[in-house]
């Protein structure tokens, strides 16, 4: 799950997130924070204030923080000195409140291009999510242009739900979900909804619940694993433990181990 803008509702959406056990990535604008606002959307308006910088740290200790860009311009429609600087010292700023590196980001708008991609290279930003909506559960194949799954408030999410929750899958699904918390004061019964989504999605045994760094970070590790010829050794190099199939058994490779098995002929 990702989120963006760091409003007031986060307040409450984090308790929700918590109570479920879920996990997020919440994308955070430090050029905003404290500002008091309203935003116009249709005939809808809608409380647009932001967080205040000093509850950053606890209020999304349990989750991902992430670089929204300190103002939230239109990236495809700034020189390159005003990206590399929008999203440098947004991920100055965030670090300084995680007291962690910031890597991930989602692009203000959704708005990006090839060029944009280009010129975060470099800024150690690791990931960057858009708002493309594929409606299925594949992996990225380019991090720095990740699409998630659905928004929240797409009308598909509860039958993509059902086909992601379905017993009978044995492949490899990410299901991705996306939106901004002061969408739930817009529409009626939203905040009910979202709460049954997420206890519709909780406490799954089958399930890892993981922010988007935490995703990143465990593709990369796979990606990593070196195997002999024969496919029947394979060497962890990385600290994570990763989980394989082989020979018809789940098996772990724990971080900096070796691992071999037995292939009947």
Request: net charge negative; proline share 4%.
């Amino acid at each position: 799950m990702s989120y963006d803008d760091g409003t007031v509702q986060d307040r409450r959406f984090v308790e929700m997130l918590n109570k479920y056990q879920l996990k997020a990535t919440f994308n955070l604008n430090s050029g905003a924070f404290g500002n008091q606002d309203r935003l116009q959307i249709g005939d809808i308006n809608v409380d647009h204030s932001h967080i205040e910088s000093a509850e950053v740290k606890t209020l999304f200790s349990r989750h991902e923080i992430a670089i929204h860009t300190v103002t939230h311009p239109d990236l495809t429609k700034v020189p390159d000195e005003a990206i590399l600087h929008e999203v440098l010292e947004d991920k100055k700023a965030l670090e300084a409140l995680a007291g962690y590196p910031v890597r991930g980001m989602a692009y203000p708008g959704g708005s990006f291009s090839n060029h944009v991609v280009e010129a975060l290279s470099g800024t150690g930003v690791a990931y960057s999510r858009t708002v493309v909506n594929h409606r299925a559960f594949h992996l990225p194949e380019q991090f720095l242009t990740w699409h998630p799954t659905c928004h929240d408030n797409d009308p598909d999410r509860p039958a993509l739900t059902k086909k992601f929750l379905d017993p009978e899958n044995r492949e490899v699904m990410l299901y991705y979900v996306w939106g901004h918390s002061f969408e739930f004061d817009m529409y009626d019964n939203a905040w009910e909804k979202i709460e049954a989504f997420c206890a519709e999605i909780s406490r799954k045994p089958e399930v890892w619940y993981a922010t988007n760094i935490e995703i990143y970070d465990y593709v990369k590790a796979a990606n990593e694993l070196r195997y002999t010829e024969l496919g029947t050794v394979v060497y962890n190099p990385s600290a994570l433990d990763i989980y394989l199939e082989a020979a018809g058994e789940m098996i772990v490779v724990k971080g900096g181990a070796t691992v071999e098995w037995t292939v009947e002929a």
